[in-house]
């Protein structure tokens, strides 16, 4: 059986494209997962400068890749429920090279923004959450899109 589950948040905005022949489209985008440390051992880490958190490449195909595309952004935080797929290609210099990435079957938002427009997205998201309104929410405190360490 070839089944992952993965929680983490996204390093970069998802990049969109479309498959030539079919039109289909593919978005790519790469998924801060953290490892299971004690506190301990994650100020250790921190410390002697090693990643507290594995870096995972996400493939997600048709309506789910677009969705994903306009809706999410660096620093979300998402689900992925998918396969493991290994592929490799010959590079300019003619050596094989080898990517892991996962074949995700779905993507569920776990964090939502603001709900201005989509072409809007990535402007809205840079600054502050000011338009949000998060006085329902006792005790939460906006974290600015630039204090996130990815």
Same mark, same amino acid.
Not at 19 to 40: E, I, Q, T, Y
Not at 131 to 145: I, N, R, T, Y
């Given at each position: 059986?070839?089944?992952?589950?993965?929680?983490?948040?996204?390093?970069?905005?998802? %990049?969109?494209?479309?498959?030539?022949?079919n039109g289909r489209a593919v978005s790519?985008?790469?998924?801060?997962?953290?490892?299971?440390?004690?506190?301990?051992?994650?100020? %250790?880490?921190? *410390? *002697?400068?090693?990643?507290?958190?594995?870096?995972?490449?996400?493939?997600?195909?048709?309506?789910?890749?677009?969705?994903?595309?306009?809706?999410?952004?660096?620093?979300?935080?998402?689900?992925?429920?998918?396969?493991?797929?290994?592929?490799?290609?010959?590079?300019?210099?003619? *050596?094989?090279?080898?990517?892991?990435?996962?074949?995700?079957?779905?993507?569920?938002?776990? %964090?939502?923004?603001?709900?201005?427009?989509?072409?809007?997205?990535?402007?809205?998201?840079?600054?502050?959450?000011?338009?949000?309104d998060f006085s329902a929410a006792e005790?939460? *405190?906006?974290?600015?899109?630039?204090?996130?360490?990815?």
């Amino acid at each position: 059986m070839n089944k992952v589950i993965l929680i983490g948040r996204l390093t970069a905005d998802p %990049e969109l494209r479309f498959l030539p022949g079919n039109g289909r489209a593919v978005s790519n985008f790469s998924l801060a997962v953290d490892k299971d440390l004690s506190r301990d051992k994650k100020q %250790e880490f921190e *410390q *002697q400068g090693k990643p507290t958190a594995d870096f995972i490449r996400i493939v997600v195909f048709g309506r789910s890749a677009e969705n994903c595309a306009n809706y999410l952004a660096k620093g979300r935080l998402v689900a992925v429920d998918g396969r493991l797929q290994t592929r490799s290609y010959e590079n300019a210099q003619g *050596q094989r090279v080898y990517i892991t990435e996962v074949l995700a079957n779905s993507v569920e938002f776990l %964090e939502w923004g603001d709900n201005n427009s989509a072409g809007n997205k990535r402007e809205n998201n840079k600054g502050s959450n000011d338009s949000m309104d998060f006085s329902a929410a006792e005790g939460f *405190q906006p974290v600015d899109d630039d204090d996130i360490p990815f």
